[in-house]
RNA sequence: GGACUAGUAGCUCAACUGGAUAGAGCACCUGACUACGGAUCAGGAGGUUGGGGGUUCGACUCCUCUCUAGUUCACCA
């Protein structure tokens, strides 16, 4: 069914046209929804037609107005205010659109098929020193979420994860653990593998940090004493022997890191995310060396005397950077570069999306520069969403100073609010233990999760473990509750048969159906951009709306049975895109709650 | 110092990318249940959109200057 604001927007082009014989685009025909207070579904701002018309705003509006009514069977009246031209939409439009693309099963969404642009997106990537934190936790929620966007809207989608598991703080784990350790596991410690790592990197953040005050103590500079503490120089000789393959710090190396992929594999579960490939730095790590000394060989990079190799950036306004050290091993940005062309070769990716905090803007910067440099043209297609820090009320989290919010912590402590919460109301008791921890736990996360996507991606978000996750208002478990209340209202009216009759349909069932009508937008507009909370603050407002329509209006007991069936029909595509909507956020909704 | 990002109600966030009287939630007052689920609904109060200039029919949005905060500026990943 053609949307219909693409119909508006056409009737606009021949009304001017035929009114004033001039020829304009559809595009600038400039078309918004009607607000609220005024009547009306769709608002064609006029003013930028006055040039066309050459008489006033009012004048255009009408002459406008009327023709578009006259030349639509769509568009049942019209009224002009100061210049906006409200087009009242026929209810027949509706109708038809409740009874046909919002009873299907996936409305708003784009099909995938062979033909759909192959999209890459990478999130995640821990390190394996340490658990995760609320920061990965955006991380995480947002690169879900986005890869299920894209694909709703058409995309044939790869999750990728890049696990940072070499590199000197997994060697102070390691080197702590050996000496400290007394052969600790998970399974004698009784703790998830990733938080004992994580144990032990803290002891050796105290063992560094003591040997440096006795050393300043004994009048050494503290930079010194910094730079040559003796725990980093066992670190470092960890690292080394790491390189050259030693066996036994092989096998340790091994040992640790799978028990952190336990601890891991457990919080991503919880989480409800998952990826189609995982890639491991100590497997990619070697790859950019090779292309950097192609580039070199082109002239593209140049080496400096100590033997270090660097790109010249300034012609793009940025500096030197980096590409090889003098002893020829690999930076950041090295593997960087070998990551990036190992996946197009695999994949031939149409796009590749990092999602990597806003610190790291400049690093994505230079690594599309540099591709380019060496005339790889598909550097076009890397998009870096950057999004901001979470911050805590007292200021940034910093794992050092014990001010991190622990991601699997935080996920205990929001579903056993979400257990008080419900054992207040008692909804539930007809449930058994295990049906209840799953709706808690459904309701906890849900609202989790809904805290963190709602927010602008790019913006940074402050997030107060006392107080801000809360469970009314715009939150996830009143969209969760919502849905319940839809699902209970769909049981008990349950064989009641559904049409859409020729009743009239009062402003709340229009306005229901009109909001509706934009999610397919919605969906598209969340995709483009890489906002999830897009569809958040829609499926907000869209509960809300249901809310109040449900306040009003009584939809079991309606005056007569074609009323009864017109609401049903209406709950239930309500129901279907909250659905929809709160599983592209990653989120489920609970049939009681 | 350079670069990038942000600054909207006491707090947490919106504003369809230049449109009408800048909207929600929390917190604070006041109301609404013999109900299809009160984790709801209605109302009140709360704003010089950091500040100054400019662009035009029209600016939270664009330009310019400025203030504040965050990030980053190279051999940590």
């Not at 590199?167 to 998970?186: D, F, R, Y």
């Not at 990619?284 to 033997?307: A, H, M, Q, R």
């Not at 029909?569 to 609970?590: F, N, R, T, W, Y």
Request: aromatic share 10%; glycine share 8%; charged share 25%.
């Amino acid at each position: 069914m053609q949307r219909i604001d693409q119909i508006i927007k056409s009737v606009a082009v021949e009304a001017v046209r035929d009114n004033w014989s001039v020829n304009i685009q559809e595009g600038q025909v400039q078309i918004q929804k009607t607000r609220r207070e005024f009547e009306g579904d769709f608002t064609v701002v006029v003013f930028p037609l006055l040039r066309h018309s050459k008489c006033s705003p009012e004048e255009t509006g009408k002459a406008m107005g009327q023709y578009m009514v006259d030349h639509s069977d769509m568009l049942s009246g019209y009224n002009v205010i100061k210049g906006f031209l409200n087009m009242v939409v026929s209810q027949q439009y509706w109708k038809e659109l409740l009874d046909g693309d919002l009873r299907g099963p996936h409305y708003g969404f784009t099909p995938v098929d062979a033909g759909s642009p192959n999209v890459m997106i990478e999130f995640s990537s821990p390190n394996t020193n340490k658990p995760l934190h609320l920061g990965h936790i955006r991380n995480n929620l947002l690169g879900y979420s986005v890869s299920k966007i894209m694909e709703a809207s058409g995309n044939h989608v790869t999750k990728v994860n890049l696990v940072n598991d070499r590199g000197i703080h997994i060697c102070k784990s390691m080197l702590v653990w050996q000496s400290e350790g007394n052969g600790e596991t998970p399974e004698t410690a009784g703790m998830k593998g990733d938080h004992l790592v994580g144990k032990y990197y803290v002891q050796f953040d105290q063992i560094y940090k003591s040997q440096i005050e006795a050393q300043v103590n004994e009048g050494v500079i503290r930079r010194e004493a910094e730079a040559k503490a003796p725990v980093l120089e066992k670190a470092r000789e960890m690292l080394r022997k790491w390189e050259a393959d030693d066996p036994e710090v092989r096998r340790l190396w091994e040992k640790m890191n799978s028990w952190v992929y336990d601890g891991f594999e457990e919080t991503y579960k919880r989480l409800g995310v998952s990826f189609d490939k995982t890639y491991y730095e100590s497997e990619t790590y070697k790859l950019g060396k090779e292309i950097v000394l192609k580039g070199l060989e082109e002239g593209v990079f140049y080496k400096k005397e100590d033997g270090s190799v660097w790109a010249n950036l300034e012609d793009e306004g940025l500096d030197h950077k980096i590409l090889l050290r003098a002893d020829g091993t690999s930076v950041y940005m090295t593997q960087e570069l070998g990551t990036a062309h190992q996946r197009y070769d695999e994949y031939g990716f149409d796009s590749h999306i990092y999602v990597v905090g806003n610190e790291q803007n400049y690093h994505f910067q230079v690594l599309a520069i540099v591709l380019k440099k060496m005339g790889y043209m598909w550097a076009d297609k890397l998009f870096h969403l950057s999004y901001g820090m979470v911050e805590l009320p007292e200021g940034k989290m910093k794992s050092r100073e014990g001010t991190v919010v622990d991601a699997d912590d935080l996920m205990d402590e929001m579903e056993s609010t979400a257990k008080m919460m419900s054992e207040e109301l008692g909804k539930l008791e007809d449930h058994n233990e295990e049906e209840k921890d799953i709706i808690y736990r459904q309701v906890g996360m849900g609202a989790l999760k809904y805290f963190i996507l709602k927010v602008d991606p790019k913006k940074n978000m402050t997030f107060d473990p006392g107080e801000s996750v809360d469970f009314n208002g715009n939150t996830g478990p009143f969209i969760q509750y919502t849905y319940a209340r839809i699902r209970s209202v769909i049981r008990k009216g349950e064989g009641i048969p559904k049409s859409i009759g020729d009743i009239q349909m009062n402003v709340k069932e229009v306005s229901l159906i009109r909001m509706m009508h934009e999610y397919p937008e919605i969906i598209n507009e969340a995709s483009r951009t890489l906002n999830p909370s897009l569809v958040a603050n829609f499926l907000y407002d869209l509960a809300k709306e249901f809310n109040q329509f449900y306040h009003d209006y009584s939809i079991l007991s309606a005056d007569n049975q074609e009323q009864v069936g017109l609401r049903l029909l209406i709950v239930e595509a309500i129901g279907q895109i909250v659905e929809s909507g709160m599983d592209l956020l990653g989120i489920e909704v609970p049939e009681r709650m």
